[in-house]
């Protein structure tokens, strides 16, 4: 495959693992491998802590009439938090969720 991502499961909380990734061709060749250093998964009570400075960086004008496409940034806390979810209401008083971002 050419993906540049893996996932591994069945690691367990609060444990150090290292990895190892090496090229395999479709002959069953394969290269020198290269090692992670130890990284820590987190502990199952963890909290992640929120983010700050949360910025509208740009907006653009969609196809359809009266219809926008903004770009937010915000500054990541210092946990090791590595997924964000932006949500958007459309409102003040009638607030739904309206996009999703992963």
């Not at 909380?13 to 090692?35: K, T």
């Not at 992670?36 to 910025?55: A, D, G, K, M, Y």
């Amino acid at each position: 495959t050419q993906e540049k991502i893996a996932t591994i499961s069945g690691l367990k909380n609060n444990s150090l693992y290292q990895f190892r990734v090496r090229a395999v061709v479709s002959d069953g060749q394969v290269g020198e491998a290269n090692l992670s250093e130890w990284i820590s998964t987190l502990n199952s009570t963890f909290q992640p802590q929120p983010v700050s400075n949360i910025t509208l960086v740009s907006t653009k004008c969609m196809s359809i009439p009266e219809l926008l496409e903004v770009t937010i940034s915000w500054i990541p806390a210092q946990d090791r938090t590595c997924h964000y979810e932006a949500l958007c209401w459309v409102s003040k008083i009638l607030p739904r969720i309206r996009y999703i971002s992963k």
